[in-house]
């Protein structure tokens, strides 16, 4: 079992470039979330999706921030323009249906937008 | 959700057992109480997970109080790579549920 990929590992991108980071849940597993992490405001959670379905978009901050499932092994979370105050860890993890309490999580993709 | 509460940090010599409280006296009947752990710059890490009874596996053994507005969280045999934060949350869990979290409590296991 490969674990959540995320890809890029490091991403750094002007102001007002767009940012686009990709994530592969754990095969089988139907939840997707992604989160945000800053030393201000701790672990946000964005956006969560269940059977490719978002569920709760609430924490997306603005409308220059989308999240997408296609299908059932990929997401992706784009934001455009980016903004400096974008800057942060971003993270994605999956669950499946018989331990909904346990999410799995990837290595984060560290952004940083000048 | 209910919310909780953590010390902001402790501290634990290496090989004592770590003990990390959580107070969450607004959670309903049907939450569940959920612990993870960040190592700095990784991922969280689920630990463990309970609802009424004391609960162990290999990470660490979850003691909830009867009235279950608090819970322990036991690490028996700290060791340096214990070192990190760690998060209570409570869920009443389900497929659409989502984890809010805290600020947690940064753990410091010394040699």
């Known amino acids: 079992d490969a674990g959540v990929i995320q890809s890029p590992r490091h991403e750094v991108t002007e102001m007002g470039q767009e940012v686009t980071l990709r994530c592969k849940p754990i095969?089988?597993?139907?939840?997707l979330f992604w989160y945000r992490q800053t030393m201000m405001r701790g672990l946000e959670l964005l956006i969560y999706f269940n059977n490719n379905v978002p569920i709760d978009d609430s924490g997306m901050p603005e409308d220059r921030f989308s999240a997408k499932m296609p299908n059932a092994s990929f997401s992706t979370l784009k934001i455009q323009p980016s903004e400096p105050r974008d800057s942060a860890v971003y993270f994605c993890a999956s669950r499946g249906d018989a331990q909904w309490g346990k999410l799995f999580f990837g290595s984060g993709t560290q952004l940083s937008v000048l | 959700d209910a919310k909780t509460t953590q010390p902001t940090s402790m501290d634990c010599a290496e090989g004592r057992a770590a003990n990390l409280p959580c107070n969450h006296s607004?959670?309903?009947?049907?939450?569940?109480v959920y612990w993870y752990r960040q190592i700095h710059s990784q991922g969280p890490q689920y630990i463990i997970h309970?609802?009424?009874n004391n609960e162990t596996n290999e990470m660490a053994s979850l003691i909830i109080t009867e009235d279950r507005k608090s819970s322990t969280l036991i690490l028996p045999h700290a060791t340096l790579r214990d070192t990190a934060v760690y998060y209570c949350?409570?869920?009443?869990?389900?497929?659409?549920?989502?984890?809010?979290f805290g600020t947690g409590t940064r753990l410091q296991v010394f040699p």
């Open positions: 949350i409570v869920s009443a869990g389900g497929n659409t549920d989502k984890l809010i």
């Open positions: 309970g609802l009424k």
């Open positions: 607004t959670i309903s009947g049907n939450e569940y």
């Open positions: 095969s089988g597993h139907n939840s």
